[in-house]
């Protein structure tokens, strides 16, 4: 999955003051680099190892988290007050991207997006004994929408319920429980040291395996490992700047276009259109998040 969580979500104090408009741009345009940076890893994954994907992806992300935070520098900023915890968060998102890209193999991006729309409903669902927050009636009913919306997507007992669609919710159920360490880090730690964590480890993690089972590319492949790298370059800068023109509530209802994008972008690239039942299940999910996303904003706005 793609890392858009609130590791990255304090505003960097040289962006200036709030311009509303061109974070929303800037959010869209982290969207849609997201969703073709799957597209690519799903091309890629077909005759590359995906160990070998997420080495390079993370060679440039370090580099590029480095060059971010160069002021005062990696050994400064990887100061926590949680290594441990840091250490189990960054190691989970290795094994949900490589989770995550062999879903992209299996499905649709769209149908794969689909279900992973769910992470933030489950999140809230994890966030009462894992964060020990309140959870009101409401936000509960949202869940329950939600999951009945990834029933609608899967719907068992209809069609064959293979063991694709337990990937899909394997690596959605890991992202949302990503996001809680994420926020239990951020009780003790900056967002650029668990930002720092997350590049740090992942290529310390990645560089153990993906040197061995290294597959030459050839031409074509070169070129679709440099867009991963461009593209993910590209994804974290303009989500980074997003949120610092902004607050991360205020983005959230956009991160949701990453669907959109997916579904564009997957019949352009491999001709995939989801289904009547996935759209809806998936409008279902999406529409029980920003009910959940709202009620949250009133909580704490003291509204009710």
């Given at each position: 999955m793609t890392d858009t969580t609130?590791?990255?979500?304090?505003?960097?104090?040289?962006?200036?003051?709030?311009?509303?408009?061109?974070?929303?741009?800037?959010?869209?345009?982290?969207?849609?680099?997201?969703?073709?940076?799957?597209?690519?890893?799903?091309?890629?994954?077909?005759?590359?190892?995906?160990?070998?994907?997420?080495?390079?992806?993370?060679?440039?992300?370090?580099?590029?988290?480095?060059?971010?935070?160069?002021?005062?520098?990696?050994?400064?900023?990887?100061?926590?007050?949680?290594?441990?915890?840091?250490?189990g968060r960054a190691l989970l998102i290795i094994v949900e991207n490589a989770v995550f890209v062999l879903a992209f193999t299996l499905m649709p991006l769209a149908d794969m997006h689909a279900i992973a729309a769910a992470s933030p409903l489950i999140v809230v669902a994890l966030s009462v004994p894992l964060l020990g927050e309140k959870v009101g009636m409401r936000r509960w009913l949202a869940v329950l929408a939600g999951f009945v919306g990834v029933l609608i997507i899967v719907r068992p007992g209809f069609q064959t319920l293979d063991w694709r669609f337990a990937v899909a919710i394997t690596g959605t159920v890991l992202w949302a429980v990503y996001q809680i360490l994420v926020r239990m880090c951020a009780r003790t730690d900056s967002s650029d040291t668990t930002w720092a964590w997350t590049a740090v480890v992942g290529l310390i993690a990645t560089s153990t395996i993906g040197p061995f089972v290294w597959v030459w590319p050839d031409a074509k492949g070169w070129i679709l490992l440099l867009a991963i790298a461009l593209l993910g370059t590209l994804s974290h800068l303009a989500l980074i700047k997003a949120l610092g023109y902004a607050e991360a509530g205020a983005l959230q209802p956009y991160s949701y276009t990453l669907l959109v994008w997916a579904a564009v972008l997957g019949f352009i690239m491999f001709g995939d259109l989801p289904d009547a039942w996935t759209m809806v299940g998936a409008a279902v999910v999406i529409a029980s998040g920003l009910y959940a996303w709202h009620r949250e904003r009133l909580r704490r706005s003291g509204t009710r």
């Open positions: 609130a590791e990255k979500s304090t505003p960097h104090p040289a962006y200036g003051a709030q311009q509303p408009g061109l974070a929303i741009a800037l959010m869209l345009t982290a969207m849609f680099a997201f969703a073709a940076m799957d597209g690519v890893s799903k091309i890629l994954a077909q005759s590359l190892p995906i160990a070998q994907i997420l080495w390079v992806r993370y060679i440039f992300y370090t580099a590029f988290v480095a060059i971010m935070l160069r002021r005062p520098g990696l050994r400064v900023t990887l100061r926590s007050r949680q290594p441990w915890l840091q250490l």
